[in-house]
C-alpha cells in the first residue's frame, strides 16, 4: 500500500528527513509518534506532496514517483494526491460553506461528480461521524472536535486509499478529543489504511498496528505497540516516552 524507499528533505542546509524507509500495508494504521520539530509532520506532508521530497521514492496506491530534485509537475501531483486524504490539526474548513458543502466540494470540484451524489455521499459520511443533526451548520457554529470530524468526513469523501492525519487533536480542548479518537478507532477497526502523527500515546498503544518513532530526522524504533512501548529497544526512546507520560 505505502512503500517508501531512501526519502530525504532538506529545508536549506537543515536535512529534516534522513534517508527513511518504510512500508505500511493496506488496512494498517501506523502511529507515528516523537519529540517537536523531529521530522513527523514533515513526512507525512512529503506522503500528500505538500513538502517535495529532494531524492528517494513513494510508493502510495497504485502511484509511484522518484524524486531526484526535480520540480513535480501539478498533473502528476493532483494524480498522485488523490490516493491519500488529508485531516489537518487546524481543520481547515471553508467559514463560507456549511458542514455539508465542506465535505461536497471535493467531490464535486476535483472529481467532477454531481451534486446530487456528492450530497447523498456527504450526508452519509457525517452521518459516520456523528454529525448528522449539524450538516446545515457553518463551521463557527461548531465546537473544535465537531470541525475536525467534518475535516475526516471531508479527507473521506474524495474515496482515498489511505487517510493521513496530521497531529488532529492538537488543537482541541481535552474534552473534545475522545469523540475524534473514536471516529478514527472506528476507521481503523473497518479496516481502513491510515498514517497518524499523533501525541495521544493512549491512541497509539490501544489502534496503532504500528507505531514508528521519529526522531531528528531519523526512524529511531518500528514495530507493534507492545514492541515500542513495553520492550523499547533504544534509549533515546525510552527518554521520550518516560518524559511525555509523566
Not at 82 to 98: A, C, D, E, R
Not at 116 to 143: C, F, I, W
Not at 161 to 176: C, G, I, R, Y
Amino acid at each position: 500500500m505505502i512503500r517508501i524507499e531512501n526519502l530525504s528533505k532538506k529545508f536549506d542546509q537543515h536535512e529534516v528527513l534522513k534517508d527513511i524507509s518504510l512500508n505500511v500495508d493496506k488496512g494498517t494504521t501506523a502511529v507515528i509518534i516523537g519529540p517537536s520539530g523531529s521530522g513527523k509532520t514533515t513526512f507525512l506532508r512529503c506522503l500528500n506532496l505538500l513538502e517535495i521530497p529532494d531524492s528517494g521514492t513513494i510508493e502510495l496506491g497504485k502511484e509511484k514517483l522518484a524524486f531526484k530534485g526535480q520540480k513535480i509537475n501539478e498533473k502528476v501531483k493532483t494524480r498522485f494526491r488523490k490516493q491519500s486524504g488529508m485531516v489537518f490539526q487546524s481543520y481547515n474548513l471553508f467559514p463560507h460553506k456549511t458542514a455539508l458543502e465542506n465535505v461536497m466540494e471535493g467531490p464535486v470540484i476535483v472529481q467532477g461528480k454531481s451534486k446530487e451524489e456528492a450530497r447523498e455521499t456527504g450526508l452519509a459520511l457525517l452521518e459516520k461521524v456523528g454529525l448528522s443533526n449539524h450538516v446545515d451548520k457553518y463551521p463557527h457554529q461548531l465546537s473544535g472536535g465537531q470541525q475536525q470530524r467534518v475535516g475526516i468526513a471531508r479527507a473521506m469523501a474524495m474515496g482515498p486509499e489511505v487517510l493521513l492525519f496530521d497531529e488532529p487533536t492538537s488543537a482541541l480542548d481535552p474534552e473534545l478529543v475522545s469523540d475524534v479518537l473514536k471516529v478514527m478507532k472506528d476507521l481503523s477497526e473497518e479496516g481502513m489504511t491510515m498514517v497518524v502523527v499523533t501525541h495521544e500515546m493512549s491512541f497509539a498503544r490501544d489502534v496503532a498496528d504500528e507505531v514508528i518513532f521519529i526522531d531528528n530526522g531519523n526512524i529511531v524504533e518500528h514495530g507493534s505497540p507492545n514492541d515500542v512501548f513495553e520492550h523499547t529497544r533504544h534509549e533515546r526512546t525510552k527518554q521520550f516516552l518516560n518524559r511525555i507520560e509523566q
